[in-house]
């Protein structure tokens, strides 16, 4: 299984990004995918996840700002990132879970991981 993320770019604050993860290979049985990221110097945290059945989770600091979503067709990740801030500034990683119930935050619990795409924003 390999994941591969592409979207990254630098943006001005306020502006708006759109990340993709396409997955190569074939995951068996029912998963969850998520969004993390790792700015310099900290460790790397969940920001977005979704479920096999679609139902999502968000870090309280994109909350309403960022939206993850699937197209399972196309084994598909996106993150749409607006009104970004200079805080978001990271690598941008996306994973894979071998869980379909739910799909969680915590780093540790994910299987599968891209290499990640670079987020900059400036003030």
């Known amino acids: 299984v390999q994941l591969v993320e592409s979207g990254g770019g630098s943006v001005q604050a306020g502006g708006s990004l759109r990340l993709s993860c396409v997955v190569f290979g074939r995951i068996y049985g029912r998963y969850s995918m998520g969004w993390f990221r790792q700015a310099p110097g900290k460790e790397r945290e969940g920001v977005a996840a979704i479920s096999s059945d679609g139902s999502t989770t968000y870090a309280d600091s994109v909350k309403g700002r960022f939206t993850i979503s699937q197209d399972n067709a196309k084994n598909t990740l996106y993150l749409q990132m607006n009104s970004l801030k200079p805080e978001d500034t990271a690598m941008y990683y996306c994973?894979?879970?071998?869980?379909?119930?739910?799909?969680?935050?915590?780093?540790?619990?994910?299987?599968?991981w891209g290499q990640g795409t670079q987020v900059s924003v400036s003030s």
């Open positions: 994973a894979a879970v071998r869980r379909g119930d739910y799909g969680p935050l915590a780093v540790g619990e994910y299987n599968y």
